[in-house]
T-cell receptor, first 113, second 113 residues
Framework: KAGVTQTPRYLIKTRGQQVTLSCSPISGHRSVSWYQQTPGQGLQFLFEYFSETQRNKGNFPGRFSGRQFSNSRSEMNVSTLELGDSALYLC????????????FGQGTRLTVV | DQQVKQNSPSLSVQEGRISILNCDYTNSMFDYFLWYKKYPAEGPTFLISISSIKDKNEDGRFTVFLNKSAKHLSLHIVPSQPGDSAVYFCAASDSNAGNMLTFGGGTRLMVKP
């Protein structure tokens, strides 16, 4: 069974640009969540999507957005990139039920220069 | 306001001995807890979870204990192996609110041969 796949693995962008990251969850998983990991702030929740609807949102500015498609694949978008957006972005997938294990992808390392 | 705390940033243990990693939480709505192992620049790997209706869960060398009254959980690894050396994160969720995970800051475990 394939795991969570995130693309691309590495990305370098310039301040002010926008970026789109992609996540394909484990087959059969309908919940997809996104997290940001930085050295200073640790692992922080961005948002969760379930059945194409945002179910939860973390405390991030509106420049961070996401969506989920009917096949459960998800994308997150960051507009007007800032240097502080440099981080490892992680996607996690879970079965449909609440309170189930979340399995993470390898992450996308975004560097903003 | 850190709702999940891992107060020991690092732990060093001899191979074959027990490793005990601790985690405290403040949000009484949390009812589902997970432990993850993580290597640099990779996604967290799920280890073990526990629901608040239980006080112990075992899976091979890993055992998680939950003390709800103290809002404390711990992960025991017995026996510890050099391959267990990594950063360990505890995470908590309110299962009535979705699959949003709140992470602790992590504990770096070093198992010496």
């Amino acid at each position: 069974k394939a795991g969570v796949t995130q693309t691309p693995r590495y990305l370098i962008k310039t301040r002010g640009q926008q970026v789109t990251l992609s996540c394909s969850p484990i087959s059969g998983h309908r919940s997809v969540s996104w997290y940001q990991q930085t050295p200073g702030q640790g692992l922080q929740f961005l948002f969760e999507y379930f059945s194409e609807t945002q179910r939860n949102k973390g405390n991030f500015p509106g420049r961070f957005s996401g969506r989920q498609f009917s096949n459960s694949r998800s994308e997150m978008n960051v507009s007007t990139l800032e240097l502080g957006d440099s981080a490892l972005y992680l996607c996690a997938s879970s079965l449909a039920g609440l309170g189930t294990e979340a399995f993470f992808g390898q992450g996308t390392r975004l560097t903003v220069v | 306001d850190q709702q999940v705390k891992q107060n020991s940033p690092s732990l060093s243990v001899q191979e074959g001995r027990i490793s005990i990693l601790n985690c405290d939480y403040t949000n009484s709505m949390f009812d589902y807890f997970l432990w993850y192992k993580k290597y640099p620049a990779e996604g967290p790997t799920f280890l073990i979870s526990i629901s608040s209706i239980k006080d112990k869960n075992e899976d091979g060398r890993f055992t998680v204990f939950l003390n709800k009254s103290a809002k404390h959980l711990s992960l025991h690894i017995v026996p510890s192996q050099p391959g267990d050396s990594a950063v360990y994160f505890c995470a908590a969720s309110d299962s009535n609110a979705g699959n949003m995970l709140t992470f602790g800051g992590g504990t770096r475990l070093m198992v010496k041969p």
